[in-house]
């Protein structure tokens, strides 16, 4: 059954740093060609933090560019999750530092870490606050700085990764199963059981920072690249089809699939697989890498901001990652 929540996007905003690490930057490090890194992964360039700049900074730029999208105050918030895997620090929660630096009331700020899952898990989370009626304007962030534990010794993998951050205010809506804004489905999932197939080993209770980590680079990415592909592919379409299905559509309902953004490959493949034109499949993954829990809000605040989607659009959220984990979230604009 789809499970339907009266919801609305009040506002987005997002951030990237300046500092922009193209493919010949990769090929001037390391045995690859730029040549390798457009056809295995579609990806041009993306952006990095530079000293200063860290996963709360580029929340905070994308909250304050959310609230003046909303033309709301910052005082209108009533919680606040920043989506992570690169927090700020161990502890507190990067949210903390947000709801400081944005000027938000003492409201409720905390952080998921469901890697590249993460922003639709807090997108739910938040959507189910409003529900209740207990709160009215969520401010939901998904914030990375995959650079700062990026492996660039690692050829396979930390081609892949960039930062950056997105954000959308979630407030209540009237709308409803067949008119107005909404969420009309959602899935969230999890198999733990792949947990090591993309993780960071060292710095947790398991394994804390010692020499022996830093010499063995055990606080880096460490990535089964193909396996991760398989299952990414696998998980992709089968979480559009069912969340569609449920909800009774069909793909060429959908306005726009804002799929994460992991490789170009799999976003084709996708596409491909449920006939979708271009134009409905959201790609930012050449200019910005895989940005993780970044990914999805940065392109959510793209679409609407250029004006690719209007009110009353269908929009389909679909992402994978560690963990394992896999999540899709169907809304009506
Ligand atoms: C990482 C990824 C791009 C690698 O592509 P692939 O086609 O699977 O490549 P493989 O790992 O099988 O390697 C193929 C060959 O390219 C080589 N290679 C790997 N990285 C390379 C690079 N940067 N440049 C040149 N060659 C490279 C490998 O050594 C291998 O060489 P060999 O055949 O001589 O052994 C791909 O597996 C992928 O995108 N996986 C999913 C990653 C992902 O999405 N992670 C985040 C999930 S949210």
Known sequence: MPKVLGVRIAGTGSATPPRVLDN??????????DEWIRERTGILERRAVVEGESTATLSIEAANNALANAKMSPKDIDAIIVATITPE???????????DAIGARTVASFDIAAACSGFIYAFVTAAHMLQ????????????????????????????????????VILSPSEGNASSGSAMLNFHLHSDGS????????????????????????LHFMKMQGREVYKFAVKKMLEMVEETLGEAGLRSEDIAMVVPHQSNKRIIESAREKLGLPESK?????????????????????????SGRVKNGDYILMAAFGAGLTWASALIRL
Do not use: H
């Open 24 to 33: 010949q930057w990769f090929v001037s490090k390391l045995d690859t060609t």
């Open 89 to 99: 620090c161990q502890f507190p929660a990067t949210a903390s530092f947000v709801q």
């Open 132 to 167: 209740a009626g207990t709160f009215r304007n969520i401010m939901v962030i998904g914030a990375e700085t995959l650079t700062r534990i990026t492996d660039y010794e690692d050829r396979t993998s930390c081609i892949l990764f960039g930062d950056g951050a997105g954000a």
């Open 194 to 217: 792949g947990s090591t197939m993309l993780w960071v080993p060292a710095g947790g209770s398991r394994l804390p920072a010692s020499n022996m980590t830093v010499n063995e680079r």
């Open 281 to 305: 499949m959201y790609t930012n993954i050449e200019r910005y890498g895989n940005t993780s829990s970044a990914s999805i809000p940065l392109g959510l605040d793209d679409i609407r901001r």
